[in-house]
């Protein structure tokens, strides 16, 4: 439903496709003639995007609203545990955050919603790990995961179908 727009420009911030990707494809069907240009940042960097009217809008990871933005949710996501997928954790269905005390890990930057939200869990339960190397994206983080750096961490949405990996909730 909606006017179709024959044409235009669209400036859209992502933090990652997983979530995005659909929904443009489902622009892009209803109105072609919109060029649309992305950029991909982490959370924090995308809202500070949006203010500067540098992007029109963005799809981030929030925890709740922000009072001065117009905000939709899209989706409920959980944060994953990613363990390689020989590790002895793979074949658990969950995990106590107590469990990570002292396990180290490979961690995305602090402009990240993903990592904020592990941050103030590990905080809030008094969980101190080991902070064995910090990546700029989750693909960097999957990735050494993958060699054997630390454990990490992803939104559910975001795992993908790596068989080197195993999510843990």
Not at 53 to 71: M, S, W
Not at 98 to 112: C, I, K, N, Y
Not at 127 to 140: C, G, H, N, P, T
């Amino acid at each position: 439903s909606g006017k179709l727009v024959r044409s235009g420009h669209l400036a859209i911030g992502l933090c990652g496709p997983h979530v995005a990707l659909p929904l443009i494809r489902q622009f892009r069907a209803r109105h072609p003639g919109v060029r649309i240009d992305t950029r991909m940042h982490n959370s924090s960097t995308l809202l500070e995007l949006v203010a500067q009217v540098r992007v029109d809008l963005a799809i981030v990871t929030l925890t709740a609203p922000i009072n001065d933005l117009v905000c939709h949710r899209l989706v409920d996501q959980n944060v994953l545990l990613v363990v390689p997928a020989d590790h002895h954790w793979a074949g658990r269905e969950s995990i106590d955050i107590a469990e990570l005390a002292g396990q180290p890990f490979v961690l995305r930057e602090q402009g990240s919603m993903t990592q904020q939200i592990f941050e103030q869990a590990l905080a809030t339960q008094g969980v101190q790990i080991k902070r064995e190397l910090v990546l700029a994206s989750r693909e960097a983080v999957k990735e050494a995961v993958a060699a054997g750096l630390g454990l990490g961490i992803v939104l559910d949405k975001e795992l993908g179908h790596d068989s080197r990996l195993a999510g843990v909730r």
